[in-house]
């Protein structure tokens, strides 16, 4: 018998009137339970314990699905068909030269205009999880080649895992990732200046103006951002430049299963380890979150009020070179899978 209870219900509809489905995924011992979406594969709550009271929902994001219908940043949605930045919105593939629709400054994000995050996903209930899949047809936001995309999340006892598989019929990149905004005090905890983090990378990428990767590969030894040894973030985000992360850190491209990242709350006593197939793990501190939007429980959420840890391939892979390989081709299957454990810390 797994240890997980599955359930499903109806969270609402799109303007077009698809059903939307909600997918509650609740470890029997009562500590994690995750709530995920058909609707963008959006991971729409996640309980996760701590050393006194009952869980609490550790993610960002809305009560109904009306916030979900309007723009917003990507709150736990699966994001693609290339998760992060493609600069100019323009690569080529074998010799042909192709237009992405451009949506963040001159760049393209996330997968253009309406990304993986906006589908309504075909879903399948599992024994301890949620299969969904989609097919972005060829063409789709300039991308070639149909690609058949398949999500899925299993819930084990306290650990979440997110298995992303593809396949297509051209030669496209392909970068799939969750876009879920932590605050293990609780969502709408007004900061996440208590947090210690640590990032298991001895690199980073350096971005320009547009956060575009320059294309080098930069030590993160004797710079702010190095956090292979645990940092609060109160302390280390003045140090940065600009407003707060928004990097990716290089990780191990042997597609072997890592652990890359830590998250730590101590006064809940709430702690999350980030292991990954994936060369790469964008750290974000919610540096364009500016409080305006309404969220869960009546809650906003104010700039550097949550973090993102988006295991993935490096931003703007598929134009430069070095660095890992951006491109899934025909016959081939792109296979990686991301896992959240939460643990508590006396
Ligand atoms: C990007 C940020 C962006 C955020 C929301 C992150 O992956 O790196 O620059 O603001 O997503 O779109």
Same mark, same amino acid.
């Given at each position: 018998?797994?240890?997980?209870?599955?359930?499903?219900?109806?969270?609402?509809?799109?303007?077009?009137?698809?059903?939307?489905?909600?997918?509650?995924?609740?470890?029997?011992?009562?500590?994690?339970?995750?709530?995920?979406?058909?609707?963008?594969?959006?991971?729409?709550?996640?309980?996760?314990?701590?050393? !006194?009271?009952?869980?609490?929902?550790?993610?960002?994001?809305?009560?109904?699905?009306?916030?979900?219908?309007?723009?917003?940043?990507?709150?736990?949605?699966?994001?693609?068909?290339?998760?992060?930045?493609?600069?100019?919105?323009?690569?080529?593939?074998?010799?042909?030269?192709?237009?992405?629709?451009? +949506?963040?400054? #001159?760049?393209?994000?996330?997968?253009?205009?309406?990304?993986?995050?906006?589908?309504?996903?075909?879903?399948?209930?599992?024994?301890?999880?949620?299969?969904?899949?989609?097919?972005?047809?060829?063409?789709?936001?300039?991308?070639?080649?149909?690609?058949?995309?398949?999500?899925?999340?299993?819930?084990?006892?306290?650990?979440?895992?997110?298995?992303?598989?593809?396949?297509?019929?051209?030669?496209?990149?392909?970068?799939?990732?969750?876009?879920?905004?932590? +605050?293990?005090?609780?969502?709408?905890?007004?900061?996440?200046?208590?947090?210690?983090?640590?990032?298991?990378?001895?690199?980073?990428? #350096?971005?320009?103006?547009?956060?575009?990767?320059?294309?080098?590969?930069? !030590?993160?030894?004797?710079?702010?951002?190095?956090?292979?040894?645990?940092?609060?973030?109160?302390?280390?985000?003045?140090?940065?430049?600009?407003?707060?992360?928004?990097?990716?850190?290089?990780?191990?491209?042997?597609?072997?299963?890592?652990?890359?990242?830590?998250?730590?709350?101590?006064?809940?006593?709430?702690?999350?380890?980030?292991?990954?197939?994936? #060369?790469?793990?964008?750290?974000?501190?919610?540096?364009?979150?500016?409080?305006?939007?309404?969220?869960?429980?009546?809650?906003?959420?104010?700039?550097?009020?949550?973090?993102?840890?988006?295991?993935?391939?490096?931003?703007? !892979?598929?134009?430069?070179?070095?660095?890992?390989?951006?491109?899934?081709?025909?016959?081939?299957?792109?296979?990686?899978?991301?896992?959240?454990?939460?643990?508590?810390?006396?």
């Amino acid at each position: 018998m797994p240890n997980t209870r599955v359930s499903r219900e109806i969270f609402g509809e799109t303007a077009e009137g698809l059903a939307v489905e909600r997918f509650t995924l609740r470890a029997a011992d009562g500590g994690v339970a995750a709530k995920v979406l058909s609707l963008g594969g959006i991971l729409q709550a996640l309980e996760a314990p701590g050393k !006194a009271g009952p869980p609490v929902d550790v993610v960002l994001g809305f009560p109904s699905i009306h916030g979900y219908l309007e723009k917003h940043p990507y709150f736990g949605a699966v994001v693609g068909r290339v998760a992060n930045r493609i600069a100019g919105g323009r690569f080529a593939v074998d010799g042909k030269d192709y237009t992405l629709a451009i +949506n963040n400054g #001159p760049n393209s994000l996330h997968g253009g205009i309406v990304g993986f995050d906006k589908a309504v996903w075909l879903a399948e209930q599992l024994e301890d999880g949620v299969r969904l899949t989609h097919t972005s047809p060829d063409g789709d936001e300039g991308y070639p080649g149909a690609l058949s995309a398949t999500v899925t999340y299993r819930l084990v006892d306290n650990k979440l895992s997110i298995n992303y598989r593809a396949t297509t019929t051209r030669t496209t990149p392909v970068n799939l990732t969750n876009h879920a905004y932590f +605050n293990l005090a609780g969502q709408g905890s007004p900061d996440i200046y208590d947090h210690e983090v640590t990032i298991m990378a001895e690199e980073y990428l #350096p971005v320009d103006d547009t956060v575009i990767p320059t294309g080098e590969v930069a !030590a993160v030894k004797d710079t702010p951002f190095d956090l292979r040894s645990p940092v609060i973030l109160r302390d280390r985000l003045p140090q940065l430049p600009g407003d707060g992360f928004d990097h990716n850190f290089c990780l191990s491209q042997s597609g072997e299963r890592q652990t890359c990242a830590r998250a730590c709350h101590a006064g809940r006593g709430c702690v999350m380890t980030v292991e990954t197939t994936q #060369p790469g793990v964008q750290f974000y501190t919610a540096n364009f979150l500016d409080g305006s939007l309404q969220g869960k429980d009546g809650c906003t959420y104010p700039r550097h009020s949550a973090f993102c840890l988006e295991t993935q391939n490096w931003p703007d !892979a598929v134009n430069k070179p070095n660095f890992p390989n951006a491109l899934l081709r025909p016959g081939e299957e792109y296979n990686h899978t991301t896992w959240f454990t939460f643990t508590v810390s006396p």
